[in-house]
């Protein structure tokens, strides 16, 4: 790993340095496919797709709009799924699939999930006779959007991730490079307990730590703010807590937690019961529902027994139901027996233990309220091949309330704070200007003793 900064303007800089953790698919992958692959099919030949690609050379597998359509959605699922090898109690990628993490220390892989959308790329929506036609990847010229009265929507915003708040973190006097970096990642592997391997997740750990540590000597030695989202927190969390605390008190000056499922979330069930699209069109649940259960993360955001009622169902069909406590029941039930062992082994102490062992840096925990979230699943007789009917709670729109404040029950000595944006949704606080102007606030705060030092 390599981290380039800059230190002749940040010497000087009455900044904080910040490093920004990204959530799950927050970043972009790059993969290469060797000559142990084995195709799905003809049009997942590893000199076929994507188009324009060297057969062994690198190519973004995340994010790729040709997965959009089913015949690449198959290659696609493929390429992503990992595997656990009880064995070796790790995971590994498919025979033949390298995967890397691009622009490891830089913001540029986490401002859009692909960036040549921003250039080319629109929504163009037609409303006609009660009717919403969406036609995809078309560049609308002026004549033809008055010709078929289609309102346009920039698929530079809609492909976005950090990009809305990078520019806002920019506009506060923050540099890209200087004292502000990206600490992205291959999002499909997770950390374990104690005790069990976890190479990819854990070399992260370790990347991350030169990164602060470089950070901070290349700004005068100020302690880094570290900004988070979503899955992103779950790492930040286990990486404080595997440092000293003396560690701690010279690299870190305060955590920013956005959206933050300390306790997981009952729409990963979802997930991994009959697949899930996350709202983008074209795209059949179970085509990527393979790939979606082989990630250890999303069995790192299986609902908690820590923080989720022991005797509400989360899931029910019509011959069981779920609580948190029924989990490797319900992994075998929907057709996924080898999560058990993974689940029971890697995930579980890794999250009982998670929540009783609070950073012990400053945290500022900020999270949408008040949007419809997922609480019950409810399949019928279909099983879980048809989407279920579901039954809302409060939370953030993906994860559950409870879930996003468990942290302050973590310990009496924890310093945090918890703001909470009513109608924010859990992707949407990295967008809207609202929410990004409470999160600007939080860091020209922990600014301001530097400039008040130097006055």
Not at 116 to 143: G, Q
Not at 236 to 264: D, E, M
Request: charged share 20%; net charge neutral; glycine share 6%.
């Amino acid at each position: 790993m390599t981290v380039v900064t800059s230190a002749s303007a940040a010497k000087d800089s009455q900044l904080h340095p910040v490093i920004l953790i990204p959530g799950a698919g927050g970043n972009q992958l790059e993969a290469r496919l060797t000559a142990k692959y084995s195709p799905s099919g003809l049009l997942c030949n590893r000199c076929s797709f994507p188009l324009k690609k060297e057969c062994d050379g690198w190519f973004r597998i995340w994010f790729d709009p040709w997965v959009l359509l089913k015949p690449f959605a198959k290659c696609f699922n493929t390429r992503m799924t990992i595997y656990y090898d009880p064995d070796a109690d790790d995971y590994h990628n498919a025979p033949g699939v390298e995967t890397r993490v691009p622009h490891f220390g830089s913001t540029q892989s986490l401002l859009y999930l692909d960036p040549r959308l921003k250039y080319y790329a629109f929504f163009c929506i037609e409303y006609c006779s009660h009717r919403l036609a969406i036609l995809w990847n078309v560049v609308c010229n002026p004549f033809l959007r008055r010709f078929i009265n289609c309102k346009m929507l920039n698929f530079r915003r809609a492909t976005s991730y950090m990009e809305p708040l990078v520019t806002f973190l920019e506009e506060a006097g923050y540099t890209s490079g200087e004292n502000l970096f990206g600490a992205p990642y291959d999002f499909r592997y997770a950390l374990a307990a104690r005790g069990h391997p976890s190479e990819v997740a854990s070399k992260f750990l370790q990347d991350l730590r030169i990164l602060v540590e470089s950070s901070s000597r290349s700004n005068g030695g100020k302690p880094v703010i570290l900004l988070s989202h979503s899955l992103g927190g779950l790492f930040v969390l286990h990486f404080l807590n595997r440092n000293s605390n003396s560690w701690r008190q010279k690299y870190v000056k305060h955590w920013i937690a956005l959206s933050t499922p300390w306790g997981g979330t009952v729409d990963v069930m979802r997930t991994f019961a009959s697949g899930s699209t996350f709202g983008v069109p074209l795209v059949d649940p179970l085509v990527v529902r393979g790939h979606q259960r082989s990630s250890a993360t999303n069995l790192w955001l299986m609902p908690s027994p820590k923080v989720f009622n022991h005797t509400k169902p989360l899931v029910i069909t019509p011959d069981s139901s779920y609580d948190v406590l029924d989990i490797p029941r319900f992994l075998g039930d929907i057709g996924f027996p080898e999560g058990v062992q993974p689940y029971e082994m890697r995930v579980l102490p890794l999250v009982n233990a998670s929540l009783t062992a609070p950073p012990l840096v400053p945290v500022t925990c900020i999270t949408g309220s008040e949007v419809r979230t997922p609480e019950t699943l409810h399949y019928g007789d279909h099983g879980f091949y048809k989407s279920p009917e579901i039954e809302y709670g409060d939370g953030d729109g993906t994860v559950n309330m409870v879930s996003l404040l468990a942290l302050q029950s973590a310990s009496k000595d924890q310093i945090l704070e918890v703001i909470k944006l009513p109608g924010v949704t859990h992707t949407s606080i990295l967008k809207e200007e609202s929410s990004l102007h409470v999160i600007i606030r939080q860091i020209s705060s922990l600014n301001s003793h530097l400039s008040t030092t130097v006055s």
